[in-house]
């Protein structure tokens, strides 16, 4: 497969992966309401929302499989009977329109248990598909995902942090495409295909994110990374540079 045939879908945080009609969505925190409820935060739930963005890329797209990689539900280790509930009917309803795979995120406890019997859950340390290795990010994958050409993975919400002339930060959620540090990734991986890597937005809107630029990336990964040469795309597929550039 080409990696011509992954691309970022302009103005959605998703995936289409041309030729094998796969689409790939990152980060739900179905639930998450509920936390920033506590915090003196009040919003609406996102889950239908979230559903209804999905259903209308899904169908321009007409996808065979949909991968969620990672983080289906928030809350941790338990969940609300609210979350439970909008867990299990997001999942059914979307197991309507293809095949669901999912990668387990380090949110994603007892997700077997709220998921329909016709969805795919794999081992948390990643799915290989056709040389695309696909993985959450909160561990080490295994070693088969790195031999691949193309990995792909989410957890870190990234985020880009802009600061104009007086000093006023924004944020703005953006895609990462970067390669390995090379001694780090065979010290690691000796038998890997030196794959590059593609960092996925959140699917969820209130998620919030990391500031690459200012935090590297999150989780085991950002250690073997290339942070500093990574490029940095807009949602929009507005491209940006270098982190290392972006100050």
Request: glycine share 8%; aromatic share 8%.
């Amino acid at each position: 497969m080409n990696l011509k045939d992954i691309q970022p879908i302009p103005n959605h945080p998703a995936l289409f992966i041309q030729k094998k009609d796969i689409l790939v969505v990152a980060d739900l925190h179905i639930g998450i309401e509920g936390q920033l409820k506590e915090q003196g935060v009040q919003t609406s739930s996102q889950t239908q929302k979230m559903f209804n963005h999905l259903f209308l890329i899904c169908k321009k797209f007409n996808p065979k499989e949909i991968i969620l990689l990672g983080d289906i539900k928030h809350n941790i280790p338990s969940a609300t009977i609210q979350e439970r509930k909008d867990v299990k009917n997001f999942l059914q309803n979307i197991s309507k329109i293809g095949t669901i795979h999912i990668i387990p995120g380090n949110h994603d406890g007892f997700i077997e248990k709220l998921s329909p019997n016709n969805i795919n859950i794999h081992p948390s340390d990643g799915l290989v598909i056709e040389n695309i290795g696909f993985f959450h990010g909160h561990r080490w994958p295994k070693n088969e995902i790195m031999k691949c050409k193309q990995v792909i993975m989410g957890h870190t919400h990234p985020s880009v942090m802009f600061t104009d002339r007086l000093e006023y930060k924004t944020y703005e959620s953006c895609w990462v495409k970067g390669n390995f540090i090379k001694n780090k990734l065979t010290d690691k991986y000796p038998n890997s295909s030196n794959p590059e890597i593609l960092i996925m937005p959140a699917f969820n809107p209130l998620c919030g994110g990391i500031a690459v630029n200012q935090e590297g990336i999150t989780g085991p990964m950002g250690k073997i990374i290339d942070i500093q040469n990574s490029q940095i795309f807009l949602i929009d597929g507005t491209f940006l540079g270098k982190i290392k550039d972006i100050i």
